[in-house]
């Protein structure tokens, strides 16, 4: 038994009547951020010091307990506003430790996104409802909720739809690694999503590009609407939700895409992402190809079914060596074939990689030298 942190997602039934209380506590949570943000700035400027945290959520408490001005803070919960507070005092650690490059900062009321619940201010009732803030909600739910619920986060997306996120401990039972030894490679690439150590590839996501073609003409379309008109905003709503639909529709690739390799392969070898240095070399792309998305889904997946990923170090060649002889040499990015000045092979570029990485992986795997099993990210997985 090990336990796993999970987060179960579940929409909220639509209510005009009663969703507002709902975005009402929404934006009171990006106004105690912005508000502590501006005491935190102004102590700063006045003494060189940092507000504790513990000061910082007593002052609050007094501001939403004893003032008139404040009082309508009340309506977020204890609980809520303490966890806002928590997430400004991270960000300013993170900053401090150079962990992040820039301090928190001010946020727009209304694009915040959502509070967070712990134990209290809610309570899961029969059937499909929820009472939040005294208030009772129905939501859609489409499958069971499992384990010890720590938190529950109320989000808002960009079509302004609410949704309820319950992060969750649970006792898995995680298969024992299996031990036939499947072994694969696989090369992250820009025109190819995955190429394998055999040269197959394994494309992903990428029926999305005629998705990105309506964007295109949504974001043209918006752009011929007049500012500030109702027709302009209409416009925006539609490109949120377009861009909603290509990231469902990714998850969703990215999962089967996952089972499919668990099928085939016991043991998956891939580079350690350095995703600040592709981005650096390959623009903006990588993000909408969400390698470490995948990688991400593709441990959780891994794990369920007692298969291993594992990952070789950075500073492992893989596309400057030639997979048959070892030679090393330069490839430029728009090299697609590698040409070894060694023994003279001539290799897809992606295949050649994904081989490198398959012998460095299987070395690592056997040897014992890399984790074998790398947890994944279960706080970040969202199942929905
Ligand atoms: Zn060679």
């Known amino acids: 038994m090990m336990e796993v942190r999970r987060t179960y997602k579940y ?7 009663r969703d507002k209380h709902l975005h009402h506590q929404i934006n009171f949570a990006g106004m105690v951020w912005n508000h502590a943000l501006k005491l935190q700035k102004h102590y ?72 967070t619940l712990k134990q209290t201010g809610w309570k899961l009732l029969d059937g499909n409802k929820i009472q939040i803030s005294g208030r009772i909600y129905k939501f859609v739910r489409h499958r069971p909720l499992q384990g010890d619920i720590k938190t ?28 036939s030894s499947q072994v694969a490679g696989f090369d992250f690439g820009l025109k190819t ?7 197959k590839p394994h494309v992903s996501g990428l029926h999305h590009r005629h998705a990105l073609r309506r964007l295109r003409t949504l974001q043209a379309r918006k752009d011929k609407k007049p500012h500030g008109s109702n027709n ?69 997946v891994a794990s369920t079914r007692g298969k291993t990923v594992v990952q070789i170090g950075r500073w492992e060649p893989t596309t400057g060596k030639c997979s048959c002889c070892g030679y090393l040499q330069k490839m430029e990015l728009r090299e697609r074939t590698f040409h070894c000045g060694g023994c003279g092979r001539v290799l897809d570029r992606d295949h050649n990689a994904a081989m490198n990485i398959y012998d460095a992986g299987a070395s690592a795997y056997t040897n014992r030298e890399v984790v074998s099993r790398v947890p994944p990210k279960t706080r970040r997985l969202v199942l929905s």
């Open 152 to 179: 529950l986060t109320i989000k808002r997306d960009a079509v302004q739809r609410l949704w309820l996120y319950f992060s969750v401990s649970e006792q898995a039972n995680l298969p024992k690694e299996t031990t």
């Open 44 to 115: 700063y400027h006045l003494t060189g010091k940092y507000i504790a945290l513990g000061v910082l959520k007593a002052h609050i408490a007094k501001l939403r307990m004893k003032t008139v001005r404040f009082a309508f803070w009340q309506t977020l919960g204890a609980q809520a506003v303490q966890d806002v507070l928590e997430r400004l005092d991270t960000g300013y650690q993170r900053f401090f430790k150079h962990l992040a490059k820039r301090p928190p900062k001010y946020k727009k009321v209304r694009e915040r996104k959502s509070f």
């Open 232 to 300: 302009r905003r209409k416009a925006a709503k539609l490109i949120s939700r377009a861009h909603i639909r290509i990231a469902d529709q990714r998850r969703d690739a990215h999962y089967k895409l996952a089972h499919e390799l668990c099928d085939r392969y016991d043991v998956l070898c891939f580079e350690d992402l350095n995703i600040a240095a592709m981005k650096a070399l390959w623009g903006r792309k990588v993000s909408d190809l969400a390698f470490s998305q995948f990688l991400n889904i593709l441990k959780y």
């Open 193 to 199: 999503f995955l190429t394998d150590h055999t040269g």
């Open 11 to 17: 929409r909220l039934y639509r209510s005009d009547k």
